[in-house]
């Protein structure tokens, strides 16, 4: 067969394949050759040299494959073939790239492609694969490897999904009609360049006559007018979408979108009444609430805040109404005191006013509403009101007792005039000065009073109702205690003077002068000069500088401090108001050795002394410092001699076994007073003189000792019989504890051969030792002959 032929064949093969179902494989045939011109075949170039045609292979474009396979049998994909396959069946066709040998098979000898799987253009859209031909025997490549890739053609296998699901949205109320709301979105996987498998439209399936929306855009719009968020605020609209452009058999999905109608001040402020009463005390406080009204605004937010304003009243200034922002509620609130016997009544304008109004609604206003307020004042038993706010009085400081220096008045306000009873706060009036009139308030003093001591006084003065004490009232009174010119003037300060004993006549020593506790109007004008007892003999001399001052003077040349170290000046001072008041100072003025200059230098020791002494107020004083002192010292002393006694019982509740134990360690054989074995010996010898165990004894005496019986058989007997008498003589003590404890007796019996060794037991008595002994063993011990020595009538005495 010619190449003419092969090729023929070639083409026909390819276009029955391509119509058949599943095939798309397109490829040019490998041909070889001269190239022929268009007036036929040509063999030779421009320059006549034969040409020869390249061998070129194989070429493969791609095949074709519909997704979602159903069939039973596997899908034919295509068939390769190759030039040098003579059908002897010594080429073998080798397929590798995406999905080879899983999800594309190819048969070896003949080179037809399947698929094994059914495919989905949505998770793959192509697949790229390499086939070459090779020799079956030797395995050498035929022919060179060739791409060729395999696409998935798509069907509508998916239906439109929305990115949300529901949708939320809001558009103000009363808004025009195609006021866009949202837009919503849907996607299809299919391919969108293939047929109308991805192209959605938009439709609405409930929400009409509501809203509408867009069937290529997906965006929602008001389609109703006037739609009032007071009538109804929530919508819920249902939007379709559907692919293969809304035909018939397309798929479609769906999502709900919730629609809210936002708040616009569309609606005025209205009071649900038109007249408001309240009633009031007249006693409400300053600020106090009297009433709340409030006006309804279908709005909510800051659509229906609202002012409240009074407009007219017949009390201006008296209240004053304010808006609570939380409630949006109108407080009326009191501004001025109300008086139940001034004015019972009281008439209110009031006005209530949006504070944020759109203009677009004016139409639909007036945005405010206006009431009427009515208050009635109620009675109340008030405390009685004082004339003035506060009082001030004067008084002389010299006034005599029940001097009435003024009065204050008060009365009951209410309709009935209840008498007023008056008293002095005494908390202001502690040491009780001042009194006043129960009845008519008059204010008289109590006792002397003294402007120099207090000056001022300040009082309080109580109004009480007679019907009822609960109801009072307060006014400060000030007293002024005038002045009176009662003191008379003294020196201004302790002058310290001294005068040389080389001093001149009319040489001035000091300059002095004076002071006044009185406060005359005029001012001070004092007046010295000597006292008329030493103007005789006076050494020194006063004269008066009429400026509140004098001069001390000296009378002669010198001074001789041994003569005389210390004169006593006596000035007399007086003052110039009425009565007029003096009195006389003595300047003390010491003697003293001063240089050339008048400088003091040396004084007489007695001077010095007379200096530094103390005064007799302040002997007096230092005394008495001393006396308490030494009181104090004494009674300390006493109070720790006269210790308390300390309960060895120390609850009554404490009823346990006590075990009280004496840790007392004696002090050797010499230690004769410590302790008396005689004691234990004759048991009886202490009956008299028994101790109470509960307290701790404020002193000691020693018992009195009876004499030991000799040691007889009996006594010597059996230690029981000690024992017994022991426990019968505790069983009956009245002083013994109300609770058990423990008694040690030691008790060594008689009748030793040997008998004691110890000094102790020497002898029972201080009678039966002879300490006259003592007075032989030298002037050392006679002081224990003199104590211990002697006759008992020696010591008696």
């Known amino acids: 067969m010619d190449r003419r032929k092969v090729c023929v064949l070639m083409v026909l093969w390819a276009m029955a394949h391509l119509s058949s179902p599943g095939y798309g494989l397109r490829a040019l045939r490998r041909t070889t050759g001269v190239r022929r011109g268009s007036a036929g075949l040509s063999g030779e170039d421009a320059n006549g040299v034969p040409l020869r045609r390249s061998k070129r292979g194989w070429m493969w474009n791609q095949f074709f494959l519909l997704e979602e396979y159903t069939g039973t049998d596997l899908q034919y994909v295509g068939k390769l073939h190759s030039d040098s396959d003579r059908g002897d069946g010594s080429v073998r066709y080798v397929l590798n ?224 109404i304010v808006t609570n922002r939380s409630t949006q509620a109108g407080v009326i609130v009191l501004r001025k005191p109300l008086d139940f016997e001034r004015k019972r009544q009281y008439s209110l304008r009031v006005q209530v006013e949006n504070v944020h109004i759109n203009p677009r609604f004016f139409s639909m206003g007036p945005f405010r509403d206006e009431a009427t307020i009515k208050i009635i004042v109620e009675d109340m038993d008030e405390p009685p009101v004082f004339e003035r706010a506060s009082y001030v009085m004067e008084v002389k400081e010299d006034a005599a007792r029940n001097t009435v220096i003024g009065s204050v008045s ?242 009554k509740e404490d009823v346990r076994d006590n075990v009280v134990s004496y840790n007392d360690e004696g002090g050797g054989e010499e230690d004769t007073q410590a302790f008396d074995i005689g004691t234990l010996r004759n048991p009886e010898a202490i009956e008299e003189s028994k101790q109470r165990r509960d307290i701790v004894p404020e002193t000691f005496f020693p018992p009195v000792r009876r004499p030991v019986l000799p040691p007889t058989r009996d006594n010597n007997g059996d230690v029981r019989d000690f024992i017994n008498q022991r426990l019968q003589d505790n069983d009956s003590d009245p002083t013994a504890p109300p609770y058990d404890s423990l008694a040690t007796y030691a008790y060594e019996g008689n009748g030793s051969v040997a008998e004691s060794l110890s000094s102790l037991e020497s002898v029972t008595t201080e009678g039966d030792q002879d300490y006259n002994y003592l007075s032989e063993w030298g002037p050392r011990f006679k002081k224990l002959a003199d104590m211990y020595g002697g006759d008992d009538s020696d010591r008696d005495s």
Not at 182 to 196: F, K, S
Request: net charge negative; proline share 4%.
């Open 97 to 320: 790239g995406e999905g080879a040998g899983t999800l594309f098979k190819i048969d070896e000898k003949s080179g037809d492609i399947h698929a094994t799987k059914r495919l989905d253009r949505e998770e793959k859209a192509y697949y790229i694969l390499h086939a070459k031909a090779v020799n079956r025997f030797t395995n050498e490549a035929l022919e060179g490897e060739s791409e060729f890739i395999i696409k998935i053609h798509d069907i509508n296998d998916n239906e439109p999904r929305f990115t949300k699901d529901p949708y939320m949205a809001r558009v103000p109320e009363m808004s025009d009609i195609g006021t866009s709301v949202i837009q919503v979105t849907a996607t299809d996987a299919d391919d969108a360049t293939y047929g109308n498998s991805a192209r959605v439209v938009y439709s609405i399936l409930e929400g009409q006559p509501y809203f509408s929306v867009d069937p290529d855009t997906g965006l929602i719009k008001t389609a109703l007018p006037g739609m009032d968020r007071e009538v109804k605020e929530n919508y819920q609209v249902v939007i379709q979408a559907k692919d293969m452009a809304g035909q018939m058999g397309g798929l479609s999905g769906t999502t709900t979108v919730s629609i809210t109608l936002s708040d616009v001040n569309d609606n005025p402020p209205r009071f649900t009444k038109t007249l408001y009463e309240f009633r009031v005390s007249e006693s409400t406080e300053l600020g106090g609430a009297v009433g709340v009204i409030r006006a309804m605004d279908a709005d909510i937010g800051e659509n229906a805040e609202m002012d409240y304003r009074i407009i007219g009243s017949d009390g201006p200034g008296m209240f004053d």
């Open 410 to 651: 008060a009365m009951d306000p209410d309709d009935k005039k209840s008498l007023v009873r008056y008293s002095i706060d005494r908390r202001t009036d502690m040491d009780r000065v001042f009194n006043v009139h129960a009845g008519n308030g008059s204010v008289f003093i109590l006792r002397e009073l003294d402007r120099e001591e207090n000056a001022w006084h300040n009082i309080s003065v109580i109004a009480t109702e007679f019907n009822n004490p609960r109801l009072f009232s307060r006014v400060p009174v000030y007293i002024r205690v005038l002045d009176v010119n009662d003191n008379a003037p003294t020196f201004a300060t302790n002058y310290e003077t001294f005068v040389c004993e080389n001093a001149k006549a009319n040489q001035r020593i000091q300059t002095v002068s004076a002071t006044d506790p009185d406060d005359p109007i005029e001012g001070h004008r004092f007046l010295f000069h000597l006292a008329q007892e030493a103007a005789g003999k006076a050494n020194f001399s006063v004269r008066d500088n009429k400026d509140n001052t004098a001069w001390i003077l000296t009378r002669r040349n010198s001074y001789n401090s041994l003569q005389k170290s210390i004169y006593h000046v006596p000035v007399v001072i007086s003052d110039g108001a009425f009565p007029q008041q003096s009195s006389t100072n003595t300047l003390t003025i010491r003697v003293c050795t001063c240089d050339r200059e008048g400088n003091m230098k040396l004084c007489n020791a007695e001077a010095l002394t007379a200096r530094a002494g103390l005064s007799t107020g302040a002997l007096v004083a230092i005394l008495l410092c001393v006396i308490i002192l030494l009181m104090i010292v004494v009674l300390f002393a006493a109070l720790r001699r006269q210790r308390k006694k300390e309960p060895l019982i120390i609850s």
